[in-house]
């Protein structure tokens, strides 16, 4: 069985953050930069909240609101799903499944440590069923 803490030791990507005032453009261009599909919201090491493409479009897009006024903190998601490094790999596939989710942040004694993407679990899941697959497959 691979927990959360498998997947974290095979990651070296940093975490990618941004604080609640900052603008939700700026959030966006620090997503484009880092190439990945949500920002935390964090206050020092602490998770306040997430921003997802999701929220985004749902929040500010459909809302008709402008990116660069803003705040990151208008449009976050507040109750943020978190795992611990001790779930299971099969414990996140469902919390993603329950909850519509695409990213899991992952915290420890109330500070992030790290987050998985549905990705990183599809790729775990694969890895796990059928081994190792070349890059030019």
Not at 36 to 64: F, N, P, T, W
Request: hydrophobic letters at 45%; one cysteine or more; a negative charge.
């Amino acid at each position: 069985m691979r927990y959360v803490s498998d997947i974290l030791e095979e990651k070296s990507e940093e975490l990618v953050w941004i604080g609640p005032l900052e603008s939700v453009f700026d959030a966006l261009k620090l997503m484009n930069e880092k190439d990945v599909g949500a920002v935390l919201v964090q206050i020092e090491d602490y998770l306040v909240g997430i921003l997802s493409e999701r929220d985004y479009m749902r929040k500010v897009i459909l809302d008709a609101h402008a990116s660069k006024q803003t705040k990151v903190s208008e449009v976050m998601t507040r109750d943020v799903i978190t795992v611990s490094r001790d779930d299971t790999i099969v414990h996140c596939i469902a919390l993603t499944k329950k909850h519509r989710v695409r990213h899991l942040p992952v915290v420890e004694a109330g500070k992030t440590i790290g987050m998985i993407s549905l990705r990183d679990l599809f790729l775990d899941a694969i890895h796990e069923r059928l081994g190792d697959i070349p890059e030019d497959a």
